[in-house]
DNA sequence: TTTATCTGTAATTAATATAATTACATTATT
DNA sequence: AATAATGTAATTATATTAATTACAGATAAA
């Protein structure tokens, strides 16, 4: 699990919040993370169809579905992001070693196993539902 | 889930194949990297009480248990590791943040129980049930 | 008791992945 | 035409992880 989605969701509960257009400078202020960093994002969001983008001047980005039917799962797709991985830097086992690519095909399964027990449950939770748990105290 | 995970898994499926005094040099030929990864590795796996430890010549590493008695929760624990996490890279967020510090905090839980999950899966897999899915080809 | 061979571990270096930054083209409104 | 926004590529910086090096400590055999 990435900053990206972190920062994906930060954004659509904001945007929930806030129902206009909402510039990715305004964004990043919230999510404290740097304007361009947050467009990287809202622009694969906006490809998956579940925010718009107004560009020129009073541009911004906005929901396209309501919160409640916007689930995590969908969210972490669309950043092509899972919650299990092998996160290793390893560079690639020779092919001489034949027990060690049979364990990595076994623990590569093994993590496909595990995401999608995450993605299930991933898929029970909303923007919406979680806009509920944060409390907006920032005035801009 | 790091590399360490995959060269502990590895390193005990390998001494239930070879039940005997197995050094961190052969071990580190099948599983494809260096020796010293391979003892600070086992040395984790030590102090866990999962294998034990021959020092001096003739030395080497040998299983505690029965390979149906360890499972794959109690390995990953052994490394502190853990099958979910945030695995960001960002600096702390500032304090004037207050909406990113809830998310972050909102994200973690999340990705505790995510883990609490995937531990729940992790322990019904067995070092023993995870040999017989490997064929042990190499001679050495 | 000396030597050889193993583990234990700290310290350093290298590689990799990720985030942050910079820059500029594109678009839309006034 | 000028301004203010997004889109995106390219670069740089940072953080994490793996690999390497080095050597101390332990054990057994000669």
């Known amino acids: 699990?990435?900053?990206e989605f972190l920062v994906a969701v930060h954004a659509l509960v904001y945007l929930n919040k806030h129902p206009q257009l909402i510039t990715s400078d305004r964004l990043s202020k919230s999510i404290c993370t740097?304007?361009?960093?947050?467009r990287r994002v809202m622009s694969k969001l906006?490809?998956?169809?579940?925010v718009a983008t107004?560009?020129?001047i009073d541009g911004g980005y906005y929901l396209l579905r309501s919160a409640a039917a916007i689930d995590l799962r969908t969210v972490m797709k669309a950043l092509d992001d899972s919650a299990v991985s092998l996160a290793s830097?390893?560079?690639d086992?020779?092919?001489d070693c034949l027990?060690?690519?049979?364990m990595k095909q076994l623990m590569e399964n093994l993590c496909q196993d595990l995401d999608d027990l995450c993605q299930q449950k991933l898929q029970g939770i909303t923007i919406g539902s979680l806009s509920l748990s944060i409390n907006e105290k920032e005035t801009f």
């Open 1 to 3: 699990m990435k900053a």
């Open 34 to 38: 740097n304007p361009a960093f947050v």
């Open 46 to 50: 906006r490809q998956a169809e579940l």
């Open 54 to 56: 107004k560009e020129g």
């Open 89 to 91: 830097q390893r560079s």
């Open 93 to 95: 086992v020779s092919s």
């Open 99 to 102: 027990m060690a690519q049979q």
